[in-house]
């Protein structure tokens, strides 16, 4: 690294890459480091929903802003990224069932009472959007650099596990499971989940459907929980979803928590129980304890911004982040408050305990 980046980035998941697009085209010089690849972490195991969500007023205010600028953004995505609104059906299974519903998705069993449309919501592929946002920063002068593993992050410091030193006037730990590594006292916690993708089985599904006890699931901060969660891909796949697991240390895919999740899926899609998955695999979402991503300047360091906590919803509000990141560090206004996002609401002091 040549040229003293103006912000040095760690990590190249879809946040930090679009917090880097986003400053780039600020004009910051910027550097991101990442110890593996593009996409390695949360973002390439997960399934790529860009939704709406309203647990809380601040959830909702980041996620439809964000929504909005996918909106803005997807017509200059690239075809890998496969963007698609295919609108979500939350699906309540309940004793009546709703003609309008089984019209939408024929192959829902019934009974079913019926279900929400949100049309507004998409899906993207994750690793495809990651490396597309980082290619457009790498195009407006930002720097890349895979393989550097960061083991302490400071100061305006970032000392890699080779011995050498990156410096920067702003740092941003976007590290997802990891950032608690590189910032201790950053309340995030690993929580683990399964995915499948099955053979090619175009029109089984139209929209992405959801039951309503997801959101029971998501909720959960003990026990492990699945939930009916499916996804159409525009090549025909499907991608099934979705389970929920805290103090998991291994990324093995389990066969207990696995057969629960399928099974769910087959009681609400009988069609699926024959179809051909292809692939399994596990991934770590960064969570917090009040369901809210971490988004601004760490309280101890004054070099120091988080990026980091968004769980499940990090593919939706990774443009906002972005957006939110760069107005704070070039002190300019922001489209929504940022206040409910800032690290300092979980920030306990040694000092203090």
Known sequence: MTRKPDVLIVGAGIVGAACAFELAKAGVRVAVVEERFTAAGATGASMGHVVVMDDSEAQFSLTHYSQTLWEELHEELPPNVEFERCGTIWVAADEEEMTALQQAEPHLRVPLAGGLLVDGDSVVYPPAA?????????????????????????????????????????????AGKFSPKLTPGIQVKPRKGHLVITDRYPGTVRHQLVELGYLK????????????????????????????????????????????????????LPAIASYSGIRIWTGFRPATPDKLPLIGAWPEDQTLYIATGHEGLGITTSLATGKL?????????????????????????????
């Open 130 to 174: 990651a490396s597309y946002l980082l290619e457009r920063a790498v195009g407006l002068g930002a720097s890349l650099h895979i393989g550097k593993a960061v083991v302490t992050l400071a100061n305006g410091s970032a000392r890699l596990a080779d011995g050498t030193t990156l410096s920067a006037g702003v740092l941003i730990n976007a």
């Open 217 to 268: 699931s998501a909720h959960s901060l003990t026990s492990d929980s699945v939930a009916f969660n499916i996804q159409p891909r525009k090549t025909g796949q499907l991608l099934i979803g979705s389970s929920r697991q805290y103090d998991a240390e291994h990324d093995e895919v389990e066969s207990a928590i696995l057969s629960r999740m399928l099974h769910r899926a087959f009681e609400y």
């Open 325 to 353: 990141i760069c107005a704070q560090i070039l002190g300019q206004p922001a489209a929504i408050p940022a206040d409910p996002y800032l690290p300092s609401r979980q920030f306990v002091s040694e000092a203090h305990v």
